[in-house]
């Protein structure tokens, strides 16, 4: 071939480049301002104000808020208190007095606002023995109005309560509906393009109707399958089973990444998309084990390489501790949430934290797999006895390792002294356990902490103080749940050395992970005995409990099973969009971190009490941040460290 020629096809290759680039970035742009517009119509439709009511007093109700009017029909006074279905073994709140009927006879009527995130249990004591009279439970809806009646029953002492709904409430999960349904649409309709473009006869016909260079450039450009193509310069910094970088993982980093930017930026401020007060799991729960997960799988794959290679251990030594370092003073001082309460000051300095949790980790689990790792894989005859686990027993002084520090964690949790508190407490304090523990929140974990950092440079508002009405500083990324989240990238570790040891044997990786996610789901059955509260060890994000690590663990790989096998083995799937976060994930979490309170990521709304308009925002938000990693990849820019 000549000079020229090449010359040619090498322009034609970076113009088929910059038009798929172009196209894809107004498929993203197109899909942000769909959802957006949807998402604010929805808004006009479901929100609306509260009705009034004769009787009622009127509030102006926020999101999450159901207004409740109480009418006595009887001639005595009665306390009304409160308390969440969800809020285990809670005290009961007093929400306010209802007087008696005045002797005119002309019921008494006094209104109240009410949450409607969970199912209420409404008690009405009498005054001034305080003694039960009745009780209601009921699961209010949002921007509903409702009645209480209070009456005798057939005229005899017996009090009786009936609950009257007097207009509906708004249905408050529909933009979550538009948003799916948006993106699900635009998903769809990108696949049967891309498949529909492969046919040759709509490739023949576009070429005819088309009839310019550029037309066959755009057909061509979307010929070859996107999943393929992997940027050479990337492909040595972890080196898969294939020789090349695997996407499953970047995808699923990416995908962990996306979830966590939306809850961190609102989740439409619905509860499920926020992290659980206590015990139990959300959805915003799920990401930060993930990432952890994968962090593990990562070293796993990248200090292999980094040995075959021929890399010296000293440097790659060095290499860990600037990392870690580097991450800590990341997390310490660029994101902090004190900047809330204006400039730093080392009084109130928040220690722990989201990064500083990945810096520690990374630490740990790195030096415990450079101590064990081989420069050279052993090759182990499939007819050898203990072939089927060597990927285990080959690393037996890690794991070893890793059983003590879970002692040590269980020994801390359970049998350490904590002064005023019982030995072994799991509770969130405040008014759970009835109130007999309210300085106790996280037990031992909570109390290493205020010991280690004292309490001003932990984190002061826990998501338990809301339901619980916890007092007490905690820091779910403390000191003693490090243990917990070394664990967790332990075991993700143990997916990278499967992917290691049975390289190319996809039927053997996908068993093993199959395999581990049934033993560790097993575990947490057993842990949790399958409730959310009555276990011997509660899945807990704050405590980052045992069996938070076995249950997200099952999920991270049943969730690479599905990734591995639709993206590595199959290829129908490319990974995108999740794929380019992942590839950029430190610059996605720091950016999204610093520039939240800038425009495209935050704007005035309309309505701020609209879960549609902060489902939007916040949908926008996360989509902006998709297609910023998507520019950076094209451009080649990494953020590393």
Known sequence: MKKGE?????????????????????????????????????????????????????????????????????????????????????????????????????????????????ALKLQLN??????????????????????????????????SCSMITDSDSINSYLPILFAFLAFGLLAALSAIWNTVKRLDVVTNLLLRLGSTVETERLINSELGSPNRLVDASMESIIPATTGRRLRSLDSFRGLALVIMVFVNYGGGRYWFFRHESWNGLTVADLVFPWFVFIMGTSISLSLSG???????????????FWRSLQLFVIGVIIVNPNYCQGPLSWDSLRIPGVLQRLGFTYLVVSLLDLAVAQDRLTNLSSETCWYSVHDVFLYWPAWLFVIALETVWLCLTFLLPVPDCPTGYLGPGGIGDFGQ?????????????????????????????????????????????????????????????????????????????????????????????CSRNDGFIPVNKNLWSLSYVTTLSCFAFVALVFFYYLVDVKKWWSGAP????????????????????YFPFRWKMANSQSHAEHLAQNLVATSVWVVIAYLLYRKKIFWKI
Request: glycine share 8%.
């Open 126 to 159: 009498g005054t001034p023995a305080n003694v039960e009279q009745c009780n209601v439970d009921f699961h209010f809806g949002e921007q509903g109005n409702y009645s209480l009646w209070v009456k005798n029953l057939n005229n005899l002492s017996r009090v």
């Open 306 to 320: 980094s040995l075959r290679r021929g890399v010296k251990r000293t440097h790659m030594l060095w290499k860990i």
């Open 6 to 118: 090449i010359c040619t096809l090498r322009k034609e290759e970076a113009v088929r480049s910059d038009v798929m680039a172009a196209e894809r970035e107004y498929r993203w742009t197109v899909c942000a301002v769909i959802v957006l517009l949807i998402a604010l119509c929805a808004a006009h439709m479901t929100d609306r104000p509260a009705s009034s009511h004769p009787h009622r007093k009127t509030f102006v109700l926020k999101m999450d808020e159901a207004s409740l009017s109480v009418t006595n029909e009887i001639e005595n006074d009665f306390m009304l208190y409160v308390v969440s279905d969800h809020c285990y073994k809670c005290l009961p709140q007093l929400l306010g007095k209802i007087p008696a009927r005045p002797a005119s006879g002309t019921p008494s009527t006094v209104g109240f606002v009410v949450g409607t995130q969970h």
């Open 578 to 597: 999740f794929f380019y976060p992942g590839m950029n994930s430190i610059l996605v979490y720091v950016g999204h971190e610093v520039f939240e309170e």
């Open 437 to 529: 523990y309210q300085n106790c929140t996280g037990g031992a974990a909570g109390y290493i902490d205020r010991w280690l950092l004292g309490n001003n440079h932990i984190y002061q508002t826990p998501s338990s103080r809301v339901l619980y009405q916890s007092v007490m500083p905690f820091d779910p990324e403390g000191v003693l749940g490090s243990i917990n989240s070394i664990l967790m990238a332990f075991l993700g570790l143990q997916a990278g050395k499967i992917l290691l040891h049975y390289r190319d044997q996809h039927k053997q990786i996908i068993t093993r992970f199959i395999i581990w996610g049934f033993i560790l789901g097993i575990i947490s059955a057993v842990l949790t005995k």
